[in-house]
């Protein structure tokens, strides 16, 4: 995955734009020297080689060895009509801002695709890894959306925080970073993200920087980083921030979010120390069995909800680009047998959809619509 990826965003967005100031931009800044050795602590970092580091630390390599330029070629000339739909997805468009922002002792959100999420935990906002650029790529011709999300972000309400999982361009977005840089929003990060986000002009008094284990409570809600099984690099290759998912602990709720990951025994860890949750938003998309260290199968994201000891779980990481070679209905439609058959319940909403975690809500097989 990481090799594929490295030689797409390479190969065609470096060779045709390596003048373009915006490109550069784009690629943000990695941690200094002064800031890598501030990070000598965390048992996740490797000093010697200067990059962080999964559980178990060759594992993106033994990965590699099944990754090369073939599958790239299969990329570009494998039949790609079904990666994307062949119309515009079902949604809510406008969702009802109004109920989402009544006062609540609950826990709302609403799902804009991919892993962006937008949640209203007991009156506070929070915005997970946003993406509202055109495109999950330093270019706008890469890494196309479906669809304009149902919310621009001049139409989002005042956010209190911002999530980050990980520098990857599908989860952190330059754009709609700059958004917020002159807002009062503060930015929850895993360690080395400060870098790039200083870099697009947030001030640092407005990002909060957490290692895997680490945590930070606002007005009551404790926000906990956690481990993930991923990678990081906004060139594909240098690993010089972390990557994480996230808890946030409310007083009358608690969830999950994943960010990316593969499966691996952290998921039942966190959630024999830290579960169970009300909800977890769980990677289910852009797989393949050549990268799954990196991206869980929709059958591992079910056994991880089951894990974490969640009631509910929310597939994410799909129905908005097309990152991989599977259909872009694929995750869902596995992600609903293996729920079924591990008796795992499954939340579907559309895009857009207000979803009350108090409340009993409904849902429809809305991708079945679509093909």
């Not at 990980?166 to 970073?177: A, F, G």
């Not at 966190?270 to 949750?277: A, E, K, M, Y």
């Not at 991206?295 to 056994?303: C, G, S």
């Not at 439609?333 to 939340?347: H, N, P």
Request: overall charge negative; charged content about 20%; hydrophobic content about 40%.
């Amino acid at each position: 995955m990481r090799n594929l990826s490295t030689l797409i965003l390479m190969t065609f967005a470096f060779t045709s734009f390596l003048g373009s100031c915006s490109v550069w931009d784009q690629l943000g800044q990695d941690p200094s020297n002064e800031m890598l050795s501030s990070y000598s602590n965390s048992p996740r970092f490797n000093w010697e080689e200067k990059v962080f580091e999964n559980r178990i630390p060759d594992i993106l390599e033994k990965m590699n060895e099944r990754i090369d330029w073939r599958l790239t070629l299969e990329y570009f000339t494998s039949d790609s009509s079904r990666r994307t739909p062949d119309k515009p997805l079902p949604e809510v468009n406008p969702p009802d801002l109004r109920a989402f922002l009544e006062p609540t002792d609950s826990l709302r959100f609403i799902w804009l695709g991919h892993s962006t999420l937008l949640v209203n935990a007991q009156n506070k906002l929070i915005l997970f890894d946003p993406v509202f650029s055109n495109s999950a790529a330093p270019v706008n011709f890469l890494v196309q959306r479906f669809q304009p999300a149902t919310l621009s972000l001049e139409e989002l309400p005042p956010i209190d925080y911002i999530v980050i999982s990980h520098d990857h361009y599908d989860h952190l977005d330059m754009r709609s970073v700059q958004f917020f840089r002159d807002k009062e929003a503060t930015f929850l990060v895993p360690l080395g993200i400060k870098s790039h986000l200083e870099y697009w002009g947030v001030a640092s008094k407005n990002i909060v920087e957490l290692d895997w284990w680490a945590d930070h409570e606002f007005e009551g809600i404790r926000f906990l980083c956690t481990p993930a099984q991923h990678f990081s690099g906004r060139t594909g290759t240098n690993q010089t921030t972390l990557w994480a998912s996230w808890i946030v602990d409310s007083p009358n709720s608690k969830i999950y979010f994943s960010g990316d990951s593969g499966y691996d025994e952290h998921y039942q860890k966190i959630g024999d120390q830290l579960g169970p949750f009300d909800a977890a938003f769980i990677d289910s998309g852009q797989y393949n069995e050549r990268w799954r260290e990196v991206h869980n199968l929709p059958e591992e994201a079910v056994q991880a909800a089951i894990d974490l000891r969640a009631k509910q779980m929310i597939p994410i990481h799909w129905a908005m680009f097309e990152l991989s070679l599977h259909d872009w209905n694929e995750p869902i439609k596995r992600s609903q047998q293996a729920a079924e058959e591990l008796g795992m319940e499954l939340m579907t909403p559309k895009l857009g959809q207000v979803v009350d975690l108090s409340l009993k809500n409904q849902f429809s097989h809305w991708w079945e619509q679509v093909q």
